[in-house]
């Protein structure tokens, strides 16, 4: 039978440096007032024991869990079929990861869903929360707000409550989409048709506003709404070609949908972009570059808007932490720019 090595304790590691145990536990809680001579002291002997800070014990100290909370306001099946929540995650597991913060994931589909993520926010389990991806009437932001929970957002608020204040994260969605439009226009296309993404959504509302500001007047009947997937995309074209078949560009709010109307339209023998110009939004280049033709898109940094939303939530958190009387000087929102790629398509 194997023997059990003893885990190195706070003890062990202040013998080993020749420091108090008090001084061992501010450098292992990263508190001030220890010479840096001695805390290197104390660092090269947790290395050389391999000790690691007991959390339950660290918690006490430091009033942090180290963990945050990703919230997804989506079904399982959606968010793992959509490359642009593992790019969003991907980008904030990276920035937690890097300050040694756990990604605790919650998914959402139904009230039963919303009344379990209240009841673990609440518990104190958690830090703080990253939520992405929120509809209008979600009841997230008012379960959150009970808890007391710092919390960054992704995408531009919309729902009661949500304004001043709120901190997030949101690409330039309106502004990308007029680029988007104009640029269809810049090819001579006239009868531009917009695809939209779920309307209960900022991204997708600001993206439709962003096609209305150029395309002033347009026939109603060359706007469709989706929900953000292929299959969306696929019905979506099918409709506009049933309702004007003279239709010579299509805007998709997204490359998931735009990818979808490229189906259909191939399947209708309409050339692209010859007889229809096609463009998407986002820039997932495992879908925008292995479109047939390669797609022309509007790109947002997805996984950066990650990362900057962990940013600032952990910066929020360490200001909470050593100086609440700071606070006040933190960003509301932060939109950042989106460019237009030109590929084949259009």
């Not at 001695?38 to 014990?57: H, I, K, M, S, T």
């Not at 490359?83 to 994931?105: C, M, W, Y």
């Not at 009230?111 to 993520?117: E, G, L, P, Q, Y």
């Not at 947002?300 to 909470?320: F, H, K, P, S, V």
Request: hydrophobic share 40%; aromatic share 4%.
């Amino acid at each position: 039978m194997t023997e059990t090595v003893p885990r190195p304790t706070l003890e062990a590691v202040a013998a080993r440096a020749g420091v108090s145990r008090a001084t061992v536990s501010r450098v292992v809680n990263g508190a001030d007032g220890v010479r840096e001579p001695l805390a290197e002291r104390v660092r090269r002997a947790v290395e050389e024991l391999g000790y690691v800070p007991n959390q339950a014990a660290r918690s006490l100290v430091t009033k942090r869990h180290d963990a945050v909370a990703v919230i997804v306001a989506e079904p399982e099946t959606r968010v793992f079929a959509d490359p642009f929540f593992a790019r969003q995650l991907r980008g904030i597991s990276k920035e937690l990861t890097a300050h040694d913060n756990q990604l605790v994931l919650l998914l959402t589909e139904d009230r039963d869903d919303h009344a379990r993520v209240g009841r673990y926010l609440a518990g104190g389990h958690v830090d703080g929360a990253l939520v992405f991806s929120l509809h209008i009437d979600d009841p997230l932001p008012e379960l959150i707000q009970r808890a007391g929970l710092p919390t960054v957002f992704g995408g531009r608020p919309d729902w009661s409550g949500g304004g001043k204040g709120v901190v997030y994260v949101d690409s330039d969605n309106r502004g990308g989409a007029r680029d988007a439009v104009r640029h269809l226009l810049g090819l001579g296309r006239s009868r531009i048709a917009h695809i939209t993404g779920a309307l209960d959504q900022t991204s997708a509302a600001d993206r439709l506003d962003g096609f209305r500001d150029v395309m002033v007047g347009a026939d109603p009947r060359l706007v469709v709404e989706g929900d953000f997937t292929p299959a969306a995309g696929e019905r979506a074209m099918r409709e506009l070609l049933g309702r004007c078949p003279g239709l010579d560009a299509v805007f998709a709010a997204n490359d998931l949908m735009a990818a979808g109307a490229l189906r259909v339209l191939r399947e209708h023998g309409r050339r692209v972009p010859d007889d229809v110009a096609v463009v998407g939004f986002d820039d997932m280049l495992p879908i925008a570059e292995q479109t047939d033709p390669p797609l022309t898109t509007v790109r947002q940094d997805i996984e950066e808007m990650g990362r900057l939303m962990a940013r600032l939530l952990l910066r929020d958190l360490d200001r909470t932490t050593s100086a609440p009387e700071d606070a006040g000087g933190a960003p509301s929102g932060v939109v950042l720019p989106t460019t237009l790629v030109r590929r084949a398509s259009a």
